[in-house]
């Protein structure tokens, strides 16, 4: 029975669909609904679960009463003789009836909704945030991002499930004790009719405060939570500079402002409370003076008055129930919207919906007409034109800004120019998909960053179907099988199937260049980027290690990023750039020839560095 509703939603099968509605300050509905219709049939049947749950409770304070009237009807003697079966029925409605309801309120809500909502939310925001582009992850703290995930499912889940709850018993509560009131007199009714309106006076007045509080508290324990997985991610920064104390201004600051609204939130629930339990209290002394009154002149029997005084009581307290569950509403929905500011985000570079497939079979790169400036007016490159022809190695140079690595960014598309294009064997990459561009090219960056999985699980990520003779045989090309052997992590694997921690801290930043080289060695793309792919490795590493890059560079278009020209002599043409143009290309030897820009670099040069380096 249990794994019969666990079954019912499986979170990672439910392939996502549109993006979740951009938060425009009126999508908040649209945003729920984005994801409670993907578990609509869950949510109906709450919803009917919840009703038969508030009848069955509704009917306690009924049966009270017709018990009453049941003892001061008959005696002792004939009661169980004449009414059994009534007895019987009411005994049956709370010992069966309840119980089943709850049970089946408990499998709906706990075993059907409670994991398959959550993480049905969690699973389909990480898919859309994860495709999101490249500046989107360097506008953010990453810790932020990733707690509005991880958060806005249980929110997103728990306010739906408490606001059903909450508006069934409000409701049936409501308008059964409404109804069975008016029926045996209607001035029963006064003190009810009263509290309905101060009740939705008070949500009038109440609610949209709580859920802006709600929401301010939420913005500022994601920004807290940013502040703080920023410091411990750059723990090592913090503690070289020894700037601890720096960063418990950093983090106090946040923590200041948390405990601000914090108590914002909280005053405006303490006044909820209160102002709900004084027009309890009025409501239920109101019931009983009339009530009691209407039977001190016979105007009513005493089992109406057994029944109405515990309804109102019952309705007492579930509108306290009610106002707990409020406050945790809206701080759910606090939290929902805050997750909107990261998840309903549109795409910045999303494919077009024609997109096709990149197919090379020669792998001729052309720039044509580059602007660029990543939005300011000043701009970084200027129309810029680069032919490469297919299997050419082709170096770029220059100082520090002149657009080498924005160039690479475009071809990978991480930026879309703002004038011009870019071709890969006829194909402007515009009109193709990312991931099949990204999959033909191959990258080696000069801050390599592992993930925090194991040595053969990040060699194999560009090709995870390689075979374990594919990923040593890249390892050992890389010269990294010796240090690969000598590797063991905290929990004593060791090997290939240790781990590298996060960003790969636990590797030196040769042994981690040595692991991405290896890595684009098995990935085996036509095309090839290295962005001075050798910058961590020793002179006799690099010096080992160049022969297996000058083997891996045969057949396949290469651009190359250095700053040390001597790793770059060998490159069929060199591109010199300056102020986002390509001011000299040629080999090595011609453009010394030259004397232009490129030999002024070179003769700068002090022990195979420049002096200028990007």
Known sequence: MFTWFENRLRPTEIAPESPPPRDTGRALLKFYWHYARQARFLVVALFASGLVMALMDTLIPIFIGKLVTLISTYDPQTLFAQKWHVLLGMAAAIIIGRPAALLMRGLISNQAIAAGLTNMTRWQSHWHVVRQSWSYFQNDFAGRVATRVMQTGPALRESIVSSINAVWYILVYGSSALALMFSQDWRLTIPLVCWIIAYACMLRFFVPRMRDRSRAMSEVRSALTGRVVDSYTNILTVKLFARAKDEDNFVRETVDEHTKAFHRQQRMITRYVVTLASINALMISGTAA????????GAIAVGIVATVLPL???????????????????????VVQDGMKSIAVPRQMGDPEDAKELVIDRGRIQFDHLTFGYGTTRGVLHDLNLDIAPGERIGLVGQSGAGKSTLVNLLLRFYAPETGRILIDGQDIAT?????LRTQIAMVTQDTSLLHRSIRENIA?????????????AARQAE???????????????????HVGERGVKLSGGQRQ???????????APILVMDEATSALDSEVEAAIQGQLDRLMQGRTVIAIAHRLSTIQRMDRIAVMDQGRVIEIGSHAALLQRNGAY???WGRQSGGFIAAAE
């Open 290 to 297: 009339i009530a009691v009154g209407l039977w001190v002149h």
């Open 312 to 334: 109102a009581w019952q309705i007492s307290n579930i509108s306290g129930w009610v106002a707990d569950n409020i406050t945790g509403i809206f701080e759910n929905v606090g």
């Open 432 to 436: 193709v998909s990312q991931e099949s």
């Open 461 to 473: 990520y560009g090709r995870p179907w390689a075979s374990e003779e594919e990923i040593i045989a």
């Open 480 to 498: 990294a099988l010796d240090f690969i052997h000598r590797l063991e992590d905290w929990d004593g694997r060791t090997g290939f199937d240790a």
């Open 514 to 524: 040595r692991i991405a080289i290896a890595r684009v060695i098995l990935k085996d």
């Open 599 to 601: 030999a002024r670099l």
